[in-house]
């Protein structure tokens, strides 16, 4: 259910949200800029207000202590650091999605509830204690406590792996970590993260929640919890962890809790005899003839049994140093009895270090007051309504305020006026005159006295004195029509509407090309040159108009690149911190549009070469120090438009590009001989990052370098007809240039002749140029043919051969030229010999459908002004 | 509305706040129950819109850009012209404080949000009266 108030907060929220996000990043360079945290605290106080109109109680106690973090900070209790940035962006990116979530089906999605109070304590967490019951002292500062009742359900092996280095003197600690849902977004591998731990024991994976169907599943969220057992320091597994510290939490674990026997609870051994005396045993501590029974018995036992899992702790227990005798007589009567006994803490049980839940932080949420004005309005017994006596009480402290002489001149209007109005039409005449004449005597003293009688005489009087209010109805109009208020009006219209509209458009610019035909046949076959001239003319206001329209629908369809450039400073500012560089990342002409389809496909490019400029561009502070650099490294993202094309630049200052060891990895990874990488340029060296399967990276980091490399980009970025250049200078920077098109609703073309006549379209992008050259220029190989092209050898192919076409029976010109298109693909120059050469057109690209959609050469189809087809190339799977 | 309490109707209420839902949320509500509403979305706006034309209930935001509802509210009172206009506060908080505050600088009651539909209809009615 969606009503347009919720939509209007929906739009409003996001607004909001991205006005505190940013305002956040500004905050954590200039910290004491008392604008922006003015900004940022009203917004999110603005979102409180806001989101208290609907029924999302999770959603408003989030943003609720998210605005008690921010009124800290204004207010100078608190002095703002970067983990606090972390969690208030946390807080903004939770709510972003409950918002989507509003936004799709009215309701915060499942697990908010959970969520909200988890992220509320974090938050609150940070707020200077009140005095209130201090929170239970954590296993280290800056870490939460974990539960640790989990432990005992670990697999047994691991509990006694665990139990056995804790007997040789090794520290125990239990995590727990949950890892960012996006995490994967930001080359986290949360596993080999954990693996990373040193004695590492028992490992648990579960989901946080139930998982949701597989129709609804987000792959690429993390919704994991992670558990494990280390023998280890909670000092080195924060260490391990010191960038996600936020999400993991460590336990101290006593050892006790890891001692469960488990197993199938019949058959085995008859075990009297042994337990008969396996008491006096321990209470003797005769723990070597014990030991010895033990070892016995379990090689005699099934190991899945319970009683085999009870002797195997046994050993374990008598295996240590001085053997816990409570321990050894809980797993004897454990055997006896077949059901696992509870274990004692060790020693006299003093240190209890139960499995007690973590403590919530500093609850310190005030109980609310009793608003005033949301008393049930209209009570029976009443004369006056609760709301009316509460306006009126106001009105009484309002004079009794201490208030000097004129300010009191300056309160009395409002009161007076005030009065009237809750009295007036509800009360009899005789009140309301009463009332005016206590205001002009209140007037001429300067006193409230008189005043104040006749509003006590109201609110304190016997009931009589005022007559009941009248029944009060009220609501929302259900039929009300809403009518928003300045600003443009705004429309929402489903995509596939302006598509189709494009489409359309496209074929009347299509179609229109005919009449300039239809002016010729009017002149040439019926004769009539007047009858051709109106034609023409009639052609030139149709053709205005269609590209009129082109042009505003494709507007429409325009968004700025801030679509996508608006996630950035928040990815480098985290990935940045992440890897101990300093950054500072500079957007230039965020305001330049281009077609959806094109922002749509520019997200994850972007996000690659970002990721690899901070990784392996950009140098350590020190580093860069060294190099007579300033420590802070700028990125500058740069959108511009260039005729029909978008550029987007990604520049660093980082170390650049060095193209010997790109020669070296590449003769290494064998995709170049060790001659061609002699022979190549440097700029040619650096772009072999581009071919498939090679990665920049010295060694695979955990940011960038998942053997997934430029080569990816290249190709999202060619699929929009787009191209990718990379220039780098050593030691000073890398720059990563996208080309795309405005739009990718229109392809421009160049047709061509082959075949004897056929026409067939070659998307002009890929067209180099074109040359005539003569038979005598084309050298033959075996089968193969090429010709020289200013000092280069180019390869030279027929196009109906290609295409499995008859060749014409006149072959080539009469001057025995051949005509060649020069086409580029991928870094491959080609040469295509043609039949004749056409013009270029814009045409509305049409791909196969049904089971012409599988054959491969063919891009797809066109339509001509003159109702021809134009088959229009695929070149990369041509050539 | 099916009763048509003939004292609310064509009262003209200006609601200064910085957010366009609760604008909205205002304008909603008070227009089904009768009232004219018109809005401005700060302080100096509001201070503007106050001066210029008169209203019969100014509903006030607190916390709002370039000037907050208490300044908003010292101004007005200072206006001899519009002094007299009944004025409600709407902060987010609950404190003691704040209602004092508001009350010293020139409200006549406050609010508490969220405020449900009701009680800001019967609210309208009881202060914005209807003898304009």
């Known amino acids: ?879 | 509305m099916s009763d048509t309490t003939p004292q609310a109707s064509g009262a003209r209420i200006l609601v200064i706040d910085d957010g366009i839902t609760m604008r909205l949320y205002y304008r909603t509500v008070l227009e089904a129950a009768g009232f004219t509403v018109e809005e401005a979305t700060n302080g100096v706006e509001g201070y503007e819109k106050a001066v210029a034309q008169s209203y019969d209930l100014l509903i006030v935001d607190i916390n709002m850009p370039k000037m907050d509802g208490y300044s908003l509210l010292r101004a007005i009172r200072s206006e001899a012209a519009i002094r007299s206009v009944p004025a409600v506060t709407v902060s987010t908080e609950a404190g003691p404080d704040d209602a004092t505050r508001a009350f010293q600088s020139g409200a006549n009651f406050y609010l508490v949000k969220p405020v449900a539909p009701q009680a800001l209809t019967e609210l309208a009615r009881l202060m914005a009266g209807g003898r304009s």
Request: charged content about 25%.
């Open chain 1, 1 to 879: 259910m969606t009503t347009p108030l919720l939509l209007r907060f929906v739009a409003e929220a996001r607004e909001l949200l991205q006005a505190a996000a940013s305002g956040l990043l500004a905050l954590e360079k200039s910290p004491d800029d008392e604008t922006i945290i003015n900004t940022v605290f009203r917004s999110v106080h603005t979102l409180k207000g806001s989101v208290g109109l609907f029924d999302f109680p999770a959603f408003a106690k989030l943003v609720h202590a998210g605005e008690d973090v921010l009124s800290a900070v204004r207010g100078g209790q608190l002095s703002l650091t970067s983990e606090m940035v972390d969690l208030l962006l946390d807080m903004l990116d939770r709510v972003a999605a409950w918002i989507d979530d509003i936004e799709s089906d009215g309701t915060l999605g499942p697990g908010a509830d959970g969520l909200s109070h988890e992220m509320t304590a974090d938050l609150r967490s940070l707020l200077p204690i009140p005095a209130g019951p201090a929170p239970a002292p954590d296993s280290a500062p800056g870490v939460a406590a974990a539960s640790i009742d989990w432990v005992p359900d670990l697999p047994e092996a691991d509990r006694l792996d665990a139990f056995r280095a804790w007997g040789t003197g090794a520290p125990l600690v239990a995590i727990e970590y949950e890892p960012a849902e996006d995490c994967f977004f930001s080359g986290e591998d949360p596993v080999n993260l954990l693996r990373q731990i040193p004695g590492l024991h028992g490992l648990e994976i579960r989901p946080r929640e139930p998982w949701p169907d597989s129709a609804s599943l987000d792959p690429y969220r993390c919704v994991l919890r992670l558990r494990a057992l280390a023998s280890t320091s909670a000092e080195t597994v924060e260490s391990v962890f010191r960038y996600v510290i936020e999400q993991t939490r460590l336990g101290d674990v006593p050892p006790h809790l890891l001692i469960r026997p488990a197993g199938a609870p019949n058959g085995g051994l008859a075990l009297d005899d042994f337990l008969d005396e396996a008491d006096a045993l321990v209470e003797a501590g005769e723990w070597e003839r014990l030991r010895r029974a033990v070892a016995a018995l379990t090689e005699l036992t099934s190991p899945a049994l319970f009683a085999a899992s009870s002797l195997r702790w046994l050993a374990a227990v008598l295996a240590l140093p001085s053997p816990e005798p409570a321990w050894a007589k809980a797993l004897i009567a454990s055997l006896a009895t077949g059901q696992a006994q509870p274990v004692p803490p060790r020693g006299t049980a003093a240190i209890s270090a139960d499995a007690a839940p973590p403590p919530v932080h500093g609850s310190a949420e005030a109980p609310a007051a009793p608003l005033p004005a949301s008393s049930p309005a209209g009570g029976a017994a009443a004369r006056l309504t609760p709301l009316a006596r509460d306006i009126l009480a106001a009105q009484r402290t309002i004079l009794t305020l201490d208030l000097d002489p004129d300010a009191f001149t300056l309160r009395l209007p409002s009161v007076a006026h005030t009065v009237s109005n809750v009295l007036g039409g509800t009360v009899r005449q005789i009140d309301l005159e009463s009332w005016d004449d206590a205001v002009e005597s209140a007037r001429a003293q300067a006193n409230p006295g008189p005043m104040l009688a006749v509003l006590a005489h109201l609110l304190d009087g016997p009931d009589d004195t005022v007559h009941r209010a009248a029944a009060i109805d009220t609501g929302l109009a259900a039929q009300g029509e809403l009518r928003t208020t300045g600003g443009p009006r705004v429309l929402k219209v489903d995509q596939a509407k302006v598509d189709a509209l494009m489409t359309l458009i496209g074929e009347l610019v299509v179609s229109k090309n005919s009449l300039p035909f239809l002016a010729r046949r009017a002149e040439s076959v019926h004769g009539s040159r007047e009858m051709a001239r109106e034609i023409k003319d009639l052609f030139a206001v149709i053709d205005r108009l269609a590209q009129e329209m082109q042009a505003a629908i494709m507007a429409v369809r325009m968004l700025p690149v801030s679509e996508v450039l608006d996630r950035f400073p928040r990815l480098v500012r985290d990935v940045a911190r992440k890897l101990g560089k300093r950054v500072s990342l500079v957007i230039e002409g965020e305001d330049t549009a281009a077609d959806k389809n094109i922002i749509e496909v520019l997200g994850d490019p972007l996000l690659h070469i970002i990721r690899n400029a901070l990784d392996h561009g950009i140098e350590l502070p020190d580093d860069r120090v060294t190099a007579s650099k300033a420590p802070e490294a700028t990125v500058l993202i740069r959108a511009f438009q260039e005729s029909d094309q978008v550029i987007i630049e990604v520049r660093d200052d980082g170390r650049g590009i060095d193209p010997d060891k790109i020669r070296k990895a590449a003769v290494t990874k064998g995709l170049i001989d060790a001659e061609q990488a002699e022979r190549m340029s440097d700029q040619q060296a650096v772009n072999l990052v581009f071919l498939p399967g090679f990665s920049t990276a010295a060694q695979v980091s955990d940011l960038s370098g998942r053997g997934v490399g430029m080569d990816v980009v290249v190709t999202a970025v060619e699929r929009t007809g787009g191209t990718v250049s990379l220039t780098s200078v050593k030691g000073q920077g890398t720059t990563a240039r996208l080309s795309l098109p405005l739009s990718m609703a229109v392809t421009r073309v160049m047709m061509v002749e082959a075949g004897g006549g056929m026409l067939f379209g070659i998307p002009m992008d890929h067209i180099a140029e074109t040359v005539r050259i003569h038979r005598s220029q084309v050298r033959r190989f075996k089968q193969s043919e090429a010709f020289v092209l200013r000092d280069t050898i180019v390869p030279l192919l027929r196009l109906d051969r290609l295409l499995g076409i008859a060749p014409p029976a006149w072959f080539g010109d009469d001057d025995q030229e051949d005509s060649v298109l020069v086409v580029r693909v991928g870094n491959a120059v080609t040469g295509l010999v043609v039949d004749h050469f056409r013009e270029g057109m814009d045409i509305i690209l049409k791909p196969f459908e049904g089971i012409l959609s599988g054959i491969p050469g063919y891009a797809g189809t066109a339509l001509l002004g003159d109702g021809r087809v134009l088959l229009v190339l695929n070149l990369k799977e041509l050539l």
